[in-house]
């Protein structure tokens, strides 16, 4: 019999969590003592008592190093709070399909990974999506005055093995492990959305064309392998780097322009009709892709059953979406940055598609972005319609205008710095004079019509969530955005965005940092991010 022990800890005041949990370095989880443990517990004691002796907790990761530790840590935290669990990294989708009480995700999803890596934490509810900020408040309020925690140390789980463990734990009923094959409970899934047999044919057929999928050692990797090639019949060597590692290989598991150059330099050498790339934990990396599907959806099986209800943004992400949800009457919501805030609206049924600046895309069919979902959604509208990316990319331009849109990442810069410089740019906008100031570089010259920092009123729960990112939007739609990102493990992220919408024919296949250039100036100009901060440019261009 597996006993309890009372371990007797103290608080630690930084773990709020963030967009995504809390994510720290691995070495501040492994050197501090109890860390883990009492995030652990903070999480657990959300869950009502009552329900933990009959509740079921999904966990699952991204493969990075320190998850297997903290699987055991977790497993024996739950056991000695009265909770069932089964791991899993498909969490959103396990949870609904079995009903869970929530889940326990284990990612720090596009950052580095290894013993000098990062580390992440994040709780999802019932529902399957991110806890909301009322639940993640209260975590961290527990977290702040935690004096102890309890733990079955005894207890071992073996992850290698598919099937239930039991155990006997005190005072408690048995205590059940279930290790599952996540990749076949999301491939049934995926079966009810997309019409296996039309994008079978569009990747093995006759006239099949070829793709090429870059898991970048993530946990994604063996979900491709099975649902792509094995299922659907791609060849082996359309998925690479597939096999998931605690390092991601010793590569930055982000896979934008300049973590995924390799994608970038083979797509440019005309072999492959399509290509992708995925983050850690399965969310795949581009802009537009959201408004694209949108405006395809009957390409889908799935929304020609449900209809579409609504779709949705984050706020600081490219404005493509609404040009496609005015153009087809679609309700359109504007939220912050965040899959909680998408979350509260599917549940309340008013939303099926949606996309967020950290270039997740995702639908209702879970509470999540999902990569995999988005790639097989853009070979279902190559299947329909019959024609290459790139057409079908020019097509939608020319008949929605086109959305030129670039963001930089300046990370782990001096945490004063980054606050002051944010501190000293509002109290530049909010002078009276800023609106209707004209900003002027090369031959473009903009007026200023807002100037805030974005605040959401929730149309679900009326909750409201201030702060959310500086805006400076000109007479023409265009934006420069300003944000501190939440999914940083050190020091802080400075995010910048601009946003520019042309529709004029001539200008629309025009390179994106061309045309964006002279925001971009101006928006270091007013901003003077790079003298406050010492940096001398981005840490990324997406």
């Not at 006997?168 to 009923?173: E, G, L, S």
């Not at 031959?443 to 409201?464: G, H, I, L, Q």
Request: aromatic share 10%.
């Amino acid at each position: 019999m597996a006993k309890i022990t009372t371990v007797k800890t103290k608080p630690y005041t930084d773990q709020k969590p963030g967009t995504s949990g809390l994510r720290k370095r691995v070495t501040v989880f492994q050197q501090n003592q109890h860390y883990a443990e009492n995030f652990i517990q903070s999480i657990i004691s959300v869950i009502e008592p009552a329900e933990r002796q009959t509740a079921t907790l999904v966990v699952g990761g991204d493969g990075r190093f320190f998850m297997k530790d903290a699987i055991q840590l977790i497993v024996q935290i739950a056991a000695a709070n009265g909770n069932g669990i089964m791991s899993t990294p498909a969490v959103s989708c396990v949870i609904r399909k079995i009903k869970a009480v929530g889940g326990i995700i284990l990612t720090a999803s596009h950052n580095p990974g290894g013993p000098n890596g990062d580390f992440g934490i994040k709780y999802n509810i019932s529902s399957g999506g991110p806890a909301p900020e009322g639940i993640t408040n209260k975590i961290f309020e527990i977290s702040k005055g935690l004096q102890e925690y309890h733990i079955c140390p005894e207890l071992k789980v073996d992850l290698s093995k598919i099937g239930k463990q039991t155990f006997d734990v005190d005072t408690f009923k048995p205590f059940t492990v279930e290790i599952v094959d996540s990749v076949d409970a999301y491939a049934e899934m995926l079966r009810g959305i997309f019409d296996f047999a039309a994008l079978k044919e569009l990747l093995s057929g006759a006239n099949h064309i070829n793709v090429r999928l870059d898991a970048m050692h993530g946990v994604v990797g063996p979900y491709v392998k099975k649902i792509v090639c094995e299922e659907l019949g791609s060849p082996a060597n359309s998925a690479v780097n597939c096999v998931p590692q605690e390092d991601f290989g010793g590569h930055h598991p982000d896979p934008n322009l300049t973590y995924a150059a390799d994608l970038v330099k083979t797509m440019k050498g005309g072999e492959y009709d399509f290509g992708a790339a995925f983050d850690a934990d399965g969310v795949i990396k581009s802009e537009t892709w959201w408004a694209v599907i949108a405006a395809n959806v009957t390409s889908i099986p799935y929304f020609q059953k449900t209809g579409v209800k609504g779709l949705a943004r984050s706020m600081p992400t490219s404005g493509a979406l609404d040009n496609v949800a005015k153009a087809l009457k679609m309700p359109l919501y504007e939220s912050p940055t965040g899959w909680k805030f998408f979350g509260n609206l599917m549940d309340a049924g008013k939303l099926s598609l949606c996309g967020e600046e950290s270039f997740g895309t995702g639908s209702d069919h879970i509470r999540e972005k999902d990569g995999l979902w988005a790639v097989l959604a853009w070979l279902s509208i190559l299947a329909t319609r019959k024609q290459s990316v790139e057409e079908i990319m020019k097509d939608h331009w020319q008949k929605f205008g086109r959305n030129f849109f670039t963001r930089y990442d300046y990370e782990e810069v001096d945490s004063d710095a980054a606050n002051k410089m944010i501190k000293d740019l509002e109290t530049v906008m909010f002078d009276a004079s800023f609106i209707g100031k004209k900003f002027s570089s090369g031959d473009k010259t903009y007026k200023v019509t807002v100037a805030d920092n974005f605040a959401y009123t929730d149309p679900v729960d009326e909750s409201v969530s201030k702060n959310q990112g500086l805006r400076i939007i000109f007479s023409d739609c265009s934006r420069i955005i300003f944000r501190l990102s939440g999914t940083g493990s050190a020091g802080a992220t400075i995010r910048l965005y601009i946003d520019s919408y042309e529709k004029d024919p001539q200008k629309i296949d025009q390179d994106p940092q061309v045309m964006l250039a002279p925001l971009v100036d101006i928006a270091l100009k007013v901003s003077h991010l790079h003298e406050k901060t010492g940096r001398t440019g981005p840490t990324v261009i997406t």
